[in-house]
């Protein structure tokens, strides 16, 4: 089975600081991993996915993302973090020896909200 | 716009009626997914398409709802008898097949949200 956790419901910023947003994942192999992000009445966006290669994965507006086997982890991470970031990070994680299931499994998200 | 449509984006019903919603995914995608959200959580798996082939079903989906997929194009998501816990948003993705397998993504439509009184 594969799963995803997103232990921080809100991750609270500075405009300017550096943010993370953390996930973790359990599956049987190596992990596909994704991040999604979702503006309000918005349908969920691609950021960024690891597959295989370089751990530090770079994706959209500025974000990227660290995979660590060790700690089964993928934290979203941005140097400088904006206003216009706020919105809510989806994690997803899917297990290739699923077969032929292409399906991903959601976190339950993280509410970022990067104040002024 | 090439995006992947849902429609109606709202619908509020009483407890017992029907509701369909229906997916435009993106033309040349032949895999189509739902996903159910609610307030708080993020997207559960509900059912999965490749072309017209409705290929898993999760155990969320209880036998008053229906997918279909008729043409290997849009898709239709039927929920008969509603209930109050079907509130939720409804959303639809659908994603191209690549070489590399399980690592394709997901494009998103904007949802479709159910309130049921």
């Known amino acids: 089975a594969q799963s995803v956790a997103q232990p921080e419901d809100q991750v609270n910023v500075a405009e300017g600081n550096p943010l993370t947003v953390k996930c973790t994942y359990s599956v049987s192999g190596n992990p596909y991993l994704f991040w999604y992000v979702q503006y309000p009445n918005r349908g969920l966006q691609f950021l960024l996915k690891?597959?295989?290669?370089?751990?530090l994965v770079k994706g959209s507006y500025g974000f990227e993302a660290e995979f660590n086997k060790s700690q089964t982890s993928f934290h979203l991470k941005k140097p400088s973090a904006l206003v216009s970031d706020s919105a809510l990070y989806f994690c997803?994680?899917?297990?290739?020896?699923?077969?032929?299931?292409?399906?991903?499994?959601f976190g339950r998200g993280t509410s970022l909200i990067v104040h002024p | 716009d090439t995006g992947v449509s849902q429609d109606p984006r709202h619908k509020i019903t009483k407890r017992g009626q029907n509701v369909t919603f229906r997916c435009d995914p993106i033309s040349e995608h032949n895999r189509l997914y739902w996903y159910r959200q609610t307030l708080g959580q993020g997207p559960e798996f509900l059912t999965y398409f490749q072309n017209e082939a409705q290929l898993e079903k999760s155990r969320l989906l209880s036998d008053r709802f229906s997918a279909e997929r008729p043409k290997g194009s849009f898709s239709t998501l039927e929920i008969q008898r509603t209930e109050q816990g079907d509130s939720a948003m409804y959303l639809c993705?659908?994603?191209?097949?690549?070489?590399?397998?399980?690592?394709?993504?997901?494009?998103f439509g904007a949802g479709s949200r159910l309130t049921v009184l």
């Open positions: 690891y597959i295989t290669g370089d751990n």
């Open positions: 993705a659908s994603s191209s097949p690549v070489r590399n397998s399980g690592a394709n993504v997901l494009t």
């Open positions: 997803a994680v899917r297990d290739p020896l699923t077969g032929g299931s292409y399906i991903p499994t």
